[in-house]
C-alpha cells in the first residue's frame, strides 16, 4: 500500500504566526513517530503515539508544539506562536509495533521568517 | 541520555570498493539498532533492523553487525555503487519509545 505521506512539503511563515503540520501514516500501523531534523543536526525525537495510550510527549521543546492522533491514524504537529529556531525539517514515521522498522514519510520543510 | 556517534561524518570512495560505516552508542541496554539511507531532500528509507539478541543481518550487498557490550555497530556496504551515494544513519532504541539518532555519515561514491 501507500507509503507515509505528510503534508504540506514546504511551509514558510512568519515568526509569531500558528502551524499545523499533517502526517498520514500506512494503514494498520499503530505506532506513529514525529522528529525533527535541523540543519548540521541529527534526528530528535518529538513525540510518539502508540494506539490508543497516551503519547509520549517527553521530546517536545517547548509548550508551543503539541500533537494530536485522531481515530488512531492521521496525526497533526501544531506548533504555535514559531520562532526562527523551529526552522527545520519535521519527520513523521510509523511502524507496524514498536519493535518493527520504522517507515518515514518525506518531511516538511519549516521556514519561519 | 544516550549519545550515538557516526565515524566518519564524510567518505568518498570509488566506485566498486567496500567500504564500511561505524556507529557507536553509550548505552549498551539497547532494544534494537536500526540502519537508514536518507537521499538529498527525501525521509528516511531503513536498511536494516538488528534487535538486541542478534549480532548481525545482511540485505544485498549490505551487512549490518551489532556489539552491543562494545556500544558499536557497523554498515559493510560490499561493491558500493554511485547510487548508493546518501547519508547514512544509524539509531538505536532503548527499553522505552524513544529513538537516538546519530548525525549520519555522508557517503560519496564516485563513477
Known amino acids: ?113 | 541520555k544516550q549519545e550515538v556517534t557516526q565515524i566518519p561524518a564524510a567518505l568518498s570512495v570509488p566506485e566498486g570498493e567496500n567500504l564500511v560505516l561505524n556507529c557507536s552508542f553509550t548505552d549498551s541496554a539497547i532494544y534494537n539498532l536500526q540502519w537508514f539511507r536518507q537521499d538529498p531532500g527525501k525521509g528516511l528509507t531503513s536498511l536494516l533492523l538488528i534487535q538486541s539478541s542478534q549480532r548481525e543481518q545482511t540485505s544485498g550487498r549490505l551487512n549490518a553487525s551489532l556489539d552491543k557490550s562494545s556500544g558499536r555497530s557497523t554498515l559493510y556496504i560490499a561493491a558500493s555503487q554511485p547510487g548508493d551515494s546518501a547519508t547514512y544513519l544509524c539509531a538505536v532504541r532503548l527499553s522505552g519509545n524513544q529513538f537516538y539518532f546519530g548525525t549520519g555519515t555522508s557517503l560519496t561514491v564516485i563513477p
Open chain 1, 1 to 113: 500500500g501507500a507509503g507515509v505521506s505528510q503534508s504540506p512539503s514546504n511551509k514558510v511563515t512568519e515568526k509569531g504566526k500558528d502551524v499545523e503540520l499533517r502526517c498520514d501514516p500506512i494503514s494498520g500501523h499503530t505506532a506513529l513517530y514525529w522528529y525533527r531534523q535541523s540543519l548540521g543536526q541529527g534526528l530528535e525525537f518529538l513525540i510518539y503515539f502508540q494506539g490508543n495510550s497516551a503519547p509520549d510527549k517527553s521530546g517536545l521543546p517547548s509548550d508551543r508544539f503539541s500533537a494530536e492522533r485522531t481515530g488512531g491514524s492521521v496525526s497533526t504537529l501544531t506548533i504555535q506562536r514559531t520562532q526562527q529556531e523551529d526552522s527545520a525539517v519535521y519527520l513523521c514515521a510509523s511502524s507496524s509495533s514498536v519493535q518493527e522498522t520504522q517507515y518515514f514519510g518525506p518531511g516538511t520543510r519549516l521556514l519561519v521568517l
